[in-house]
């Protein structure tokens, strides 16, 4: 489980297809590696992997064909930035949101405006997303824990204040780039509790089962 705080932005420096799936060799802060053990998770743009080398400034991880599929990182090159979070640690201060590391599905950039200091992203979101999605609620784009500002038809936007944009690397992305997103997972469970998923939950829906 982690909270979409980074810890770190990283660097591939390999992807090696193994089948269907890929190893990953990821370069890190040498402080973060000397402190990971065989097994462990770590978040890798949002998407939680296993270690399975470490050592010196670089650890390795393995994807699934699942994991290639569902998220961005299948279409990593050497040198591209990613962000890279641990698991979170029973008592430590939960700064974000309950992020399970499961990359729900992939949206696209649609534009960066400055406003002031900040950058105000607009990301689309297909209906997986969506229906998901509530005003001033939490969701984790390329793993970074973030507020919806704004919902529209097919897309939202969040907004980077300047000391998230020193630390992540999401900023620096260009309009049409890809990121993997990952939406509240008490959303989820809600929706399945009620029976009903596949409708958007509104007023009406939670009037039936009795919670209005």
Request: include cysteine; proline fraction near 3%.
């Amino acid at each position: 489980m982690f909270t979409g705080l980074i810890e770190a932005v990283g660097e591939v420096r390999r992807l090696t297809r193994r089948g269907v799936g890929a190893q990953i060799q990821l370069k890190a802060p040498a402080a973060m590696v000397a402190e990971l053990t065989l097994g462990e998770s770590v978040a890798v743009d949002g998407a939680c992997l296993t270690v399975v080398e470490a050592g010196g400034e670089a650890f390795t991880v393995d994807a699934s064909g699942e994991t290639l599929r569902r998220t961005t990182l299948g279409g990593r090159r050497p040198g591209d930035p990613v962000h890279l979070e641990r698991a979170m640690r029973l008592g430590d201060r939960f700064g974000g949101h309950i992020v399970a590391g499961h990359v729900d599905d992939t949206g696209q950039i649609e534009r960066l405006t400055p406003v002031g200091e900040a950058v105000e992203i607009w990301i689309t979101a297909s209906e997986t997303i969506e229906r998901h999605l509530v005003n001033k609620g939490s969701i984790a784009v390329d793993g970074v824990s973030l507020t919806l500002n704004a919902l529209a038809a097919g897309r939202f936007s969040v907004t980077l204040i300047p000391h998230t944009q020193r630390v992540i690397h999401l900023a620096r992305k260009q309009p049409g780039a890809r990121v993997n997103l990952e939406t509240d997972i008490i959303g989820k469970y809600v929706e399945r509790l009620l029976g009903r998923a596949g409708r958007p939950i509104d007023a009406d829906l939670l009037s039936r089962a009795g919670f209005l």
